[in-house]
């Protein structure tokens, strides 16, 4: 069946770092590729997300580059913020070839990031 | 516009009762999801209806578990006999793109005692 591995957290950096989280999936056909965050005490949000091999998601200043060889689409900012504080989680959705997407997604296990001034 | 909602946003309740969550859809969704997040378990998926097709029940963890959408919107999820283990934050999402994002509520904390 179809998964997502996330790198083990937590995730600790000062202000204006460089950040990656890595994600790699395992999927039949060709999924779209999701990053959802999770500020404290709140639900999950949509943060970008990437379709096709190649596509480049991105919002926020967070991208992700969805990588078909590799089977990964690892998160990146150039310069993080205390406000960036929270849970990220990296998902896929199946989608048949030459279909939609459709149907439960798959997460990965979320990964902690915690950005200090 | 407005998003997913969900009430209450919390629920205490005692083991052995049985209890309703509820879910309203962004106007115009067509699919509607149900997840479970806990400390243990990550995000798991529960169930998913897609318009007037049967619902993927696949994900329910067993039968005291259930769900029902009326008027292909609001969803309500019940749990029967809550046990201890059923403690989490219940999700609702829905969506209706080409590429199913899928947009979230705020959750439904669920502590059983």
């Known amino acids: 069946g179809d998964s997502v591995t996330q790198m083990e957290g937590p995730v600790t950096l000062s202000e204006e770092a460089f950040l990656t989280i890595n994600c790699t999936y395992t999927a039949t056909g060709y999924p779209s590729l999701f990053w959802y965050v999770q500020y404290p005490g709140e639900g999950l949000q949509l943060l970008l997300k990437a379709t096709k091999a190649d596509d480049k998601g991105s919002n926020k200043g967070f991208e992700a580059t969805y990588r078909k060889e590799t089977t990964s689409f690892h998160l990146e900012k150039g310069s993080v913020q205390v406000s960036d504080s929270a849970v990220y989680f990296c998902?896929?959705?199946?989608?048949?070839?030459?279909?939609?997407?459709?149907?439960?997604?798959?997460f990965g296990q979320g990964t902690i990031l915690t950005v200090h001034p | 516009g407005a998003g997913v909602s969900q009430s209450p946003s919390n629920k205490v309740t005692e083991k052995g009762k049985d209890v309703e969550l509820r879910c309203d859809p962004i106007s115009g969704h067509t699919a509607l999801y149900w997840y479970r997040q806990s400390l243990g378990q990550g995000l798991e998926f529960l169930i998913y209806f897609q318009g007037n097709s049967a619902p993927d029940k696949s994900g329910l963890p067993s039968d005291r578990f259930s769900a029902e959408r009326t008027g292909g919107s609001v969803s309500t999820l019940t749990i029967q006999r809550t046990q201890q283990e059923d403690s989490a934050v219940y999700l609702c999402?829905?969506?209706?793109?080409?590429?199913?994002?899928?947009?979230f509520g705020p959750g439904t904390r669920l502590t059983v005692l």
């Open positions: 998902a896929l959705s199946p989608k048949p070839a030459g279909g939609t997407s459709y149907g439960k997604l798959t």
């Open positions: 999402a829905s969506s209706s793109g080409t590429h199913n994002e899928q947009f």
